[in-house]
């Protein structure tokens, strides 16, 4: 079964360090997100990304976060000036209309 | 303002004691309402998305029915390999493609 596959499964930054969480989405979907989880929170929207540009952002997504589709598979989130804050589970997900979206295992972003 | 709220937060079960977890909604206007499972340092799996009230889908002890105001995840008889956080989320009308509001889940133990 496809999946989504995401690197690393683990980073530990210190604060105020730049980080890229990658993303390799299924190979025919064309909607990507990206997801984080707090510890013991919600899973909180992040952004969606079609047609090599940005469709929406929540209010977390301010001009600290980034993201790229640098090669026609990889889809990348950037963290500009990492904060404790953000230490969360960062999750990826494709679809290829709406519904039915596939996320991958996340990355569990540690901010020391 | 878009809400999803899941009840219980917790719940243990005896193997083969079925059940049910709630989840309200209030959006603004619903364009699908979507159950995952998540297990622990895991990303959300798909289990079911449902578009219109009076709609149900089944999967193996998995029932999930929608009405206007809330969705019921029925669990037959369950096993302790069903065992997991069950996210209830919501994608609203109007939307671009995208943003999926998720309740908090409801933590659920199966006992053989």
């Known amino acids: 079964e496809p999946e989504v596959t995401q690197t690393p499964s683990h980073q530990v930054t210190q604060m105020g360090q730049e980080v890229i969480l990658r993303c390799v989405p299924i190979s025919n979907h064309l909607y990507f997100y990206w997801y984080r989880q707090i510890l013991g929170q919600k899973v909180e929207f992040l952004v969606s990304?079609?047609?090599?540009?940005?469709?929406?952002k929540s209010e977390i997504f301010d001009d600290q976060f980034s993201v790229e589709r640098p090669d026609g598979s990889n889809f990348t989130l950037k963290i500009r000036s990492t904060k404790l804050e953000d230490s969360a589970m960062y999750f990826c997900?494709?679809?290829?209309?709406?519904?039915?979206?596939?996320f991958g295992s996340g990355t569990r972003l540690t901010v020391v | 303002e878009d809400q999803v709220t899941q009840s219980p937060e917790a719940l243990r079960l005896q193997e083969g004691e079925s059940s049910s977890l709630n989840c309200s909604y209030t959006?603004?206007?619903?364009?699908?309402l979507f159950w995952y499972r998540q297990d622990p340092g895991k990303g959300p799996e798909f289990l079911f998305t449902?578009?219109?009230a009076g709609e149900e889908k089944e999967k193996e002890r998995l029932k999930a029915t929608l009405t206007k105001k809330e969705s019921f995840l029925h669990i037959t008889a369950p096993k302790p390999e069903d065992s997991a956080t069950y996210l209830c989320?919501?994608?609203?009308?109007?939307?671009?493609?995208?943003?999926?509001?998720f309740g908090k889940g409801t933590k659920l133990s199966v006992k053989p």
């Open positions: 990304f079609y047609n090599n540009e940005i469709s929406e």
């Open positions: 449902l578009y219109s």
């Open positions: 989320a919501v994608q609203a009308r109007g939307g671009s493609q995208g943003n999926l509001i």
């Open positions: 959006v603004s206007g619903l364009r699908g």
């Open positions: 997900a494709s679809s290829e209309r709406s519904g039915g979206y596939t």
